[in-house]
């Protein structure tokens, strides 16, 4: 049995149960995604990050609220379905697999759902986007090349867009194939068309799950969660954090060809999400959830470190580097001293300079409950928005037998001011069988608690990112 269990049900639940009130403003649809086995895996010992993608919609109108959830069909996931079983063998290793699949992408679009030119595309790091109806959830495209054009085998599952172009820019990472050491560039426009793809390369191969795109800049952090080729011929999961590499920070002209990227070393550092980032002239600045050490318990330390929860705790740490001058480091400044991850913004102000940030983080100033004890890492129980004008944060604390999922913003009104509106996220109730809430908290006093609480009454798969679109952009609207 996997560490995390399955969920496996599709679900249509018309008419949520909700306490407190919804407010009518908040119209439009939630979309999360998370991994969720469709069989039990291969090997019993494969890595929860390797489920299958399945896709949820909290669909608000006039204060109601549906959920409905389809599994993302996937090449990989209709010929399992087909064969009763699952085929693919261990997290993002191909020697593990049935024979026979070499041709089929091994994608699990099990990682983030976003919502560009009119459509939802759910993503993983290591395959083209798929494409879903984003009112249906039926799959319509498993293999996305914008007509074409992505020659890129791999696509972020963190496109950046721009609020003033509607483009969506976005990279791949091992894109010319295993273990390629190959970075594509890609810039889509407002309408969907691929109109750039241009090409770098890393400094070592590794994890490169997020990048940051300013208006003038583009950057990158490679951490030492490296490609280990011995490991997976040996029958182990893709990665393996190699305490001996440097961290790397790579910045380039945004809307050159890459021949002037330069990359500015740091110490072992792991740093996986962007909250935000933007340029001041020749500076780039960028904000991440930063640890000293390793932060996936499930990925080994190469040269066998035992997993280090303290090293593993993220701060949200600003990166930066003056381009005009000659400098073979970058800077890194902890600027709260919260523990968390899985950072977000008021997504209106990606590219350009912000003010807030949200995270889920974890209330270090009352015991872990015994419903916890065992786990590699204490739940984050509380979300934090992080004022960067006051350096001065305010924390919503949910107590010690719930577990947070990341939140996503949502503006009160389209043009409501930079972080005025609501974040919504999805609560275990540890003490009633991890059964799920959507949280609903208004920014203006998130200290108060949600407003209102959408009430499921089960457990639902767990979240890796969501992504909320206005009813106004929505199919049909
Ligand atoms: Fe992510």
């Known amino acids: 049995m996997p560490a995390v269990m399955p969920f496996r049900a599709e679900i249509d639940l018309v008419g949520c149960e909700v306490d407190g009130r919804v407010p009518d403003e908040l119209n439009g649809a939630f979309y999360r995604v998370g991994p969720d086995f469709q069989y039990p895996p291969k090997f019993p010992e494969n890595i929860p990050f390797d489920g299958e993608g399945h896709v949820s919609m909290f669909r608000f109108s006039a204060g109601r609220v549906d959920l409905k959830s389809r599994y993302v069909r996937t090449q990989r996931f209709k010929l399992q379905r087909r064969a009763g079983r699952a085929l693919f063998g261990m997290y993002r290793n191909p020697f593990t697999d049935d024979a026979g699949l070499e041709n089929v992408s091994r994608g699990t679009a099990n990682t983030t759902v976003v919502y560009h030119a009119g459509r939802l595309l759910v993503l993983k790091e290591d395959s083209p986007p798929v494409a879903m109806d984003a009112l249906t959830l039926d799959t319509t495209d498993d293999y996305v090349t914008f007509d074409g054009k992505l020659t890129s085998q791999t696509f972020t599952a963190h496109p950046k867009f721009d609020p003033e172009t509607g483009e969506m820019i976005a990279f791949g990472y091992e894109a010319k194939g295993l273990g390629s050491d190959d970075v594509a560039i890609i810039t889509i426009d407002r309408a969907g068309n691929l109109i750039r793809e241009s090409w770098i390369k890393v400094p070592y191969v590794g994890m490169l799950h997020d990048f940051a795109v300013t208006q003038s800049h583009i950057a990158f952090l490679a951490i030492p969660m490296a490609f280990n080729l011995e490991q997976m011929q040996a029958g182990g999961v893709h990665f393996a ?5 440097p961290s790397w920070f790579g910045v380039m002209r945004r809307h050159g060809d890459g021949s002037d990227l330069r990359w500015y070393k740091g110490p072992e550092r792991c740093a996986t999400h ?13 904000d991440m959830d930063m640890a000293r050490k390793n932060q996936f318990p499930f990925f080994p330390n190469l040269h066998g470190e035992p997993f280090d929860p303290a090293g593993a705790a993220g701060v949200v740490t600003r990166l930066s580097v003056d381009l005009a001058k000659k400098s073979d480091t970058y800077d890194m400044q902890a600027l709260y001293p919260d523990n968390g991850v899985l950072p977000r913004q008021d997504d209106r102000y990606q590219t350009i300079p912000y003010r807030y ?14 419903a916890v004890a065992g786990r590699p890492f204490r739940p984050n129980n509380c979300y934090t928005k992080f004022d960067h004008a006051t350096a001065r944060t305010q924390t919503y604390r949910a107590g010690d037998t719930v577990a947070l999922q990341e939140c996503c913003f949502v503006p009160r009104r389209p043009d409501a001011p930079e972080g005025d509106g609501y974040i919504l996220g999805m609560a275990e109730q540890l003490l009633e069988c991890s059964r799920s809430d959507l949280l609903i908290l208004d920014t203006a006093d998130l200290e108060a608690g949600p407003i209102a609480t959408v009430r499921l009454p089960f457990r639902i798969f767990g979240q890796i990112h969501g992504w909320w679109v206005p009813a106004d952009a929505l199919p049909g609207a």
Do not use: E, I, K, N
């Open 241 to 245: 954090w190699d305490s001996t590499l």
């Open 274 to 286: 962007v909250m935000g980032a933007w340029s001041d002239g020749d500076r780039c600045y960028v």
């Open 357 to 370: 940030g949200f995270m889920p983080t974890v209330d270090l100033s009352v015991p872990p409950h015994p």
